[in-house]
């Protein structure tokens, strides 16, 4: 369940967007959909975000990006600043949902929607008693972290010893975290250690 979603009160619509359902929350003044349900991604717009004219959020001063001024239930309206000029733009909000989910356009990471965690693997297991796709390797947990911009943030953790099956220590983690802003990796810390400490993992140095 994503960690903080729209009110009770909120009008929820499925719409099918690329061929997999979506649910668009029709919250006046902020964007939040939630599509596909087998792999899922979030994606959540308000006023003071940006959005980008990429497939993905990406930062480059190619890239023309407007920030959002307004959010209706009919429409989504974003101006940019070059040169003294002001450029505005505005679409259709059905449209611009749309155009999120299927790349057209990207906004920046502010949020974490979700954050998931499964554990791979057990101490003692033998290859020979487990069907071929069983994983018999060292056990690890794999935590996900679901952005406000559509895309997934990984993090794998080794148990520090065997004997001990709550203690975690970070093994490797996707590339995209490096990059993050240290605001940013703050903010994704603070959830994924939430996060395992609910399934009864700690983190440890």
């Known amino acids: ?33 939630e599509w596909r349900p087998t792999r899922p991604s979030y994606f959540r717009v308000a006023e003071g975000d940006i959005v980008k004219d990429a497939d993905r959020d990406v930062e480059s001063p190619l890239i ?42 990207a906004t920046n990471l502010t949020d974490f929607e979700r954050v998931t965690v499964h554990q791979f693997g057990h101490w003692g297991l033998e290859e020979a008693e487990h069907s071929e796709h069983t994983y018999v390797g060292e056990p690890y947990v794999m935590v996900l972290a ?11 953790y080794h148990f520090v010893t065997r004997e001990n099956d709550t203690d975690l220590t970070l093994w490797r983690q996707d590339l ?8 940013r990796e703050a903010t994704l810390d603070k959830r994924v250690t939430s996060a395992l400490e609910a399934e009864g993992y700690r983190v440890v140095e």
């Open 1 to 33: 369940m994503a960690e903080s979603v729209p009110g009770q009160d909120d009008q929820l619509e499925t719409r099918t967007i690329l061929g997999q359902p979506a649910h668009v929350w029709q919250t006046p003044d902020e964007i939040f959909i």
């Open 64 to 105: 023309k990006q407007w920030a959002v001024t307004d959010i209706t239930p009919d429409r989504v309206v974003a101006e940019r600043t070059r040169d003294g000029d002001v450029d505005i733009r505005e679409w259709d909000r059905e449209e611009f949902e749309r155009k999120l989910v299927n790349q057209t356009y």
């Open 146 to 156: 679901y952005g406000n911009n559509g895309e997934k943030y990984g993090r794998r």
């Open 176 to 183: 995209a975290i490096s990059k993050l802003p240290a605001e």
